[in-house]
């Protein structure tokens, strides 16, 4: 189990113990985190799972691949330098105790 955090919009964290495998959205999903949406389930089609990262688990993450770059474009929230998908964000040990906030809309 590895150690997740949402905050929303209005500054509200939830911590969560999310199951190592799955990816972000699938753990917001599972919790019933308000905010993502994954509409298309993690096929990079959607840009519903958009999260903003905190350092320092921003720069340790791995890159962009080139369709995530493309889906970041048609987020409905501004698009930020630490702008990802979340359902691109695989849970495991590299990322315990990461930080996302969720954007005011999806
Ligand atoms: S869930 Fe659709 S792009 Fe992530």
């Known amino acids: 189990m590895t150690k997740v955090t949402f905050v929303d919009a209005d500054g509200n964290k939830t911590t969560l113990d999310a199951r190592d495998g799955d990816n972000l959205m699938q753990a917001a999903i599972a919790d019933g985190i308000d905010g ?3 509409e298309c389930c993690g096929a990079m089609m959607c840009a519903t799972c958009h999260v903003y990262v905190e350092e320092p688990h921003l720069t340790t993450l791995p890159q962009r691949s080139e369709g995530e ?24 040990p590299d990322i315990d105790g990461i ?5 005011e809309e999806q």
């Not at 770059?69 to 695989?90: D, F, G, P, V």
């Not at 930080?99 to 954007?103: A, F, K, Q, T």
């Open 36 to 38: 993502i949406v994954g």
């Open 69 to 92: 770059e493309e889906m970041l474009e048609c987020t409905a929230s501004e698009r930020r330098k630490n702008s990802r998908l979340s359902c691109q964000i695989k849970i495991g």
């Open 99 to 103: 930080v996302v906030h969720l954007p």
